[in-house]
């Protein structure tokens, strides 16, 4: 999660890039504007889910994927899923399970392993989650136009695409 709320301004990220050698300030400028909004997005979101239906970024993916896969996934795959580890997803499926949400079954293609399934309170809540995360969306998405929607998409679907990965 970005955290930082006192984004500096251009002049500062200017002096600062002069003095630390920052090729590209305006490319900085921008991605702070970026990640802050992201960040406050990322945090509505999540409170939206914690309250109509008190569920977590991860166990609202998880139902997500359960809702959609209804023979079951694995805990790798719903690790994949939601890119996580493994391990972090075994912790989460415990917590959902402990609630009732999902069960484990016993996976008939490899008896070592196991299949996670939605439950039916774990249906019931995510039909109650998905109108208000809807909504929520919706509202958020208000203020783009079809074009302006278009043009985001791309070029976060450019983002996807390219090497994350720190020099």
């Not at 609630?99 to 299949?115: F, I, K, M, T, V």
Request: glycine fraction near 8%; include cysteine.
């Amino acid at each position: 999660m970005f955290e930082l709320k006192d984004l500096p301004s251009y002049d500062t990220l200017a002096a600062f890039g002069a003095a630390y050698g920052n090729p590209d300030v305006d490319g900085l400028h921008t991605w702070l504007a970026w990640a802050s909004a992201t960040g406050e997005m990322l945090a509505a979101f999540e409170a939206n889910l914690a309250r109509h239906g008190g569920l977590s970024q991860s166990q609202f993916f998880v139902l997500l994927l359960l809702k959609r896969n209804p023979v079951g996934l694995s805990v790798g795959a719903l690790a994949q899923g939601v890119a996580v580890t493994s391990q972090t997803m075994t912790r989460i499926v415990d917590r959902m399970e402990g609630a009732g949400l999902c069960r484990r079954e016993a996976d008939p293609q490899d008896r070592r392993a196991w299949l996670i399934r939605l439950t039916p309170e774990g249906d019931a809540l995510l039909g109650k989650a998905l109108p208000a995360h809807y909504a929520w969306v919706a509202g958020l998405m208000r203020q783009f136009s079809t074009e302006e929607r278009r043009v985001l998409a791309g070029l976060m679907q450019k983002l996807r695409s390219a090497d994350l990965s720190p020099s």
